[in-house]
């Protein structure tokens, strides 16, 4: 069921490298451009790069060359719409006098300064990026604001009623039909050679309790359906297995892993007890975001908000 958040992008931008130069007055200026007037505020084309940037390195991760470049470029315009309707929410969260907790500010400074080793390496990261600690804590300030905000003019005024969830779940029952899961023990190693010994004597019928006792390695249980979107690695080895049948070892970056299928639990189709936590999120998700669009249009009409890009 599809997503689509339209808000929040604010968290998105603050962790962006800067790829393009600021080394003449010239492309200072380009950056300074105004590419948009939202009220008595402008968007300049450095927050719209900044952007751009951000959906670059989503999309990285799939296109290359040409084919990135037009899909971001495809993208431009909606993107623009896109820092124009954050700037709406911003202005109306200021003037609703929405408020931030300094703590809860705090505690997300502390969440992200966790992910570093060390107090230098989370500052020496800020300033590659252009930033300093206080234009993290405005972000995230702003971000919050703006959350806060819809929240309150749309979140919380949105309801799903039973009989929706019922007819929902009669109208769409080919969508609720679990499938099939393999439940796996998963055997991880350090080095290829132990992996290999201790695969070679599984075959051979030894039990596992006991080379656990004579070897190093990590014992984890694993489910897998199709459709999960499994490394390939993963999916090739499997879904190939019968039961208590054992993989040979297979490299996943610097380890190696061995599969063993224990259990298959046959696809089934699940009834409206068990569906219905998934049918309210997503009818919530549907309304949030119809609700939402129909705020902003309202905003928009009633806001001065003029395009000045080429």
């Known amino acids: 069921m599809r997503r689509i958040i339209k808000f929040a992008i604010i968290l998105f931008l ?6 393009y130069l600021l080394a003449t007055n010239c492309c200072i200026y380009a950056q ?23 959906i670059r390195l989503q999309y990285s991760r799939q296109l290359q060359g040409k084919a990135l470049e037009e899909k971001v470029n495809s993208m431009r315009i909606d993107s623009l719409q896109r820092l124009i309707e954050d700037r709406l929410i911003l202005q109306q969260a200021k003037l609703n006098k929405i408020t931030v907790e300094p703590s809860r500010v ?18 020496q990261d800020l300033a590659k990026q252009g930033l300093v600690r206080a234009d993290l804590e405005s972000k995230i300030g702003e971000q919050m604001l703006m959350y806060n905000l819809i929240e309150q003019k749309v979140r919380s005024k949105i309801i799903i009623r039973p009989d929706e969830i019922t007819t929902f779940f009669t109208q769409n029952k080919e969508q609720f039909l679990k499938p099939e899961e393999r439940i796996l023990t998963l055997l991880i190693f350090q080095d ?4 290999k010994t201790v695969g070679s004597r599984l075959h051979s019928g030894e039990k596992l309790d006991e080379l656990a006792t004579k070897f190093s390695f990590t014992k984890d249980k694993l489910s897998a359906s ?5 490394r390939p690695e993963i999916e090739a080895t499997v879904f190939k297995l019968g039961i208590n049948e054992v993989s040979d070892p297979v490299k996943i970056d610097n380890q190696y892993f061995i599969f063993r299928l224990d259990e298959i639990i046959a696809s089934q189709r699940l009834s409206l007890t068990q569906a219905q936590d998934k049918i309210q999120a997503y009818l919530f998700e549907k309304k949030m975001q119809e609700d939402l669009a129909k705020w902003l249009d309202e905003l928009k009409k009633q806001s001065y908000i003029k395009i000045l890009e080429n």
């Open 14 to 19: 603050i962790f962006l490298p800067t790829y």
């Open 32 to 54: 300074d451009k105004v590419i948009a007037v939202v009220n008595s505020e402008i968007i300049t084309q450095k927050e719209l790069t900044d952007f751009l940037t951000f």
């Open 106 to 123: 705090k505690a997300k400074i502390d969440e992200i300064r966790k992910r570093y080793a060390a107090e230098s390496d989370f500052e």
């Open 192 to 195: 290829e050679e132990t992996a």
């Open 226 to 230: 199709p459709g999960q979107q499994l």
